[in-house]
Nanobody, 125 residues
Framework: QVQLVESGGGLAQAGGSLRLSCAAS????????MGWFRQAPGKEREFVTG????????RTIDSVKGRFTILRDNAKNTVYLQMNNLKPEDTAVYYC??????????????????WGQGTQVTVSS
């Protein structure tokens, strides 16, 4: 059974930083793409960023590009989201997700099918 456990959320001031972690188990972590999604109050969940199984390719939405970085450590079965220069509009529940396909060479939103429980990120102005 796939388990994805996020941690590292919390309250930050605008301009500050947070680092989210997602520990994965029950899957072939080093063989699948990993991603981060978020859902703000009253909005649909949206893709934020993802990274392929070998770290060779990643994709990030424009609104966080240059501020958020996804990293993975296959030895630790962990994926990270480093968030810098946070803005109030980054406030959301952040979810870790795992690709349902093995060895994908590109990151596709629709391919993510396993989810963590989410961690709240709140950015104050």
């Amino acid at each position: 059974q796939v388990q994805l456990v996020e941690s590292g959320g919390g309250l930050a001031q605008a301009g500050g930083s947070l680092r989210l972690s997602c520990a994965a188990s029950g899957l072939s972590f080093s063989s699948v793409a990993m991603g981060w999604f978020r859902q703000a109050p009253g909005k649909e969940r949206e893709f934020v960023t993802g990274i392929t199984w070998n770290g060779g390719s990643s994709r990030t939405i424009d609104s966080v590009k240059g501020r958020f970085t996804i990293l993975r450590d296959n030895a630790k079965n962990t994926v990270y989201l480093q968030m810098n220069n946070l803005k109030p509009e980054d406030t959301a529940v952040y979810y870790c997700a795992a690709d349902q396909k093995l060895f994908s060479l590109v990151v596709r939103d629709a391919d993510f099918g396993s989810w963590g429980q989410g961690t709240q990120v709140t950015v104050s102005s």
